[in-house]
């Protein structure tokens, strides 16, 4: 169960609720955003009254309760969370569930109102959080060029690594804080939000002064100290699937993120391993109606490392969009085939152009649904 309190509710209501909340034994979680939020992740004891049979009445009739999420299943928190309404790049808040999970079906809804600002952007929901941009940082004036090209073409984002989890020890790394604020640059010059990964804990602070959105690599999906120290952090997440994740794992590493204090996590579907070989990985589209069903949060597709060829960039980037993807993460250079990682997956910015109109249709379409 999920009780989001009332921006009003005093100290002493929520007191009592978390009270009432405890009393068959289970464990209750408090999250202070704008509102504060009751999530009630397990533990109940089963000598005192199972959680189940505590009346949702009871708890939503009491003083300072907004709203009661009944049955969020094992991630109420990714279930209930769309990371807040707003406040900018530095503040944190919680959003409201939907009108459907205050109803109690669960079944959260596909609106306008779904995700977060950052900066003057907002993530999700309403407008294609397009994020393009080189697999690593190469150097500034290539930065520039393809900053340029990818704001020009509409891009929210740019994407550009500068810590690489490589298969390979002796492949190029990327070219570490020195590439964030490369890509830094860049992303100003052309009003872009920045998206670039973090490997390990210990460089979140460090890229928190460059990034405004953390990615979190499909190697690292289930790296939970990682992922805990990204609840703490004051950047939206990006969080890819693993290679080899199913949703629920999926979600469950969302949870971590979320349940450490941080609500502000974009997922990221970036394609599986199946025994398929033509392609370099599996890009499960699948995903996105289920997450859709299952959680507030937005939702991104990744067709170049989803496919792994140019070639099919373009074609799985418009059935990304129009299953329902919130935003799209592509490999862009000016020049691909001098790319110093992904190439072969690496469009140019003339089909990253013929992408973003492909998908302003798209979502044309969708609208008059
Ligand atoms: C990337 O975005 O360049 C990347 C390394 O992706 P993934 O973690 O999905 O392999
Ligand atoms: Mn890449």
Known sequence: MIVVMERWATEGQIADVVERLGEGGARVQRLDGERVTLAVTGGVDRTHPPLGSMSHSSISGMAGVGSVL????????????????????????????????RAGTGVPA?????????????????????VAGP???????????IAEAVAAAGAIGLRAGAFKPRSSPYSFQGMGEEGLAVARAAADAHGLLLVSEVLDATQIPMAARYVDVLQVGS??????PLLRELGRARRPVLLKRGLAATIDEWLNAAEYVVSAGNPRVIL?????????????????????????????????????HGT????????????????????LLLEVHTQPDRALSDGAQTIDPDTFR?????????????AGD
């Open 70 to 101: 009944k049955d969020p299943g094992a991630t109420p928190l990714v279930a209930a969370m769309d990371g807040g309404t707003g406040g900018g790049s530095g503040e944190r808040g919680w959003g409201e569930p939907s009108t459907e999970a």
């Open 354 to 366: 013929k992408v973003m109109r492909d998908a302003e249709a798209i979502r044309g379409v969708l």
């Open 219 to 224: 190697r690292n999906m289930y790296n939970t």
């Open 268 to 304: 990221c579907e970036r394609g599986i391993r199946t025994f398929e070989t033509a392609t370099r990985n599996t890009l499960d589209l699948n995903a996105i109606p289920v997450i859709r069903e299952r959680s507030r949060l937005p939702v991104v597709v990744d067709p170049s």
């Open 308 to 327: 792994g060829h140019r070639a099919y960039v373009r074609a799985m980037a418009r059935a990304a969009v129009a299953c329902g993807a919130d935003g």
């Open 135 to 145: 697999c690593s940082v190469e150097d500034p004036e290539t930065m520039e060029r």
């Open 110 to 130: 596909a609106d306008a109102d779904l995700g977060f600002q950052v900066r003057d952007r907002w993530i999700g929901g309403r407008e294609l959080f397009a």
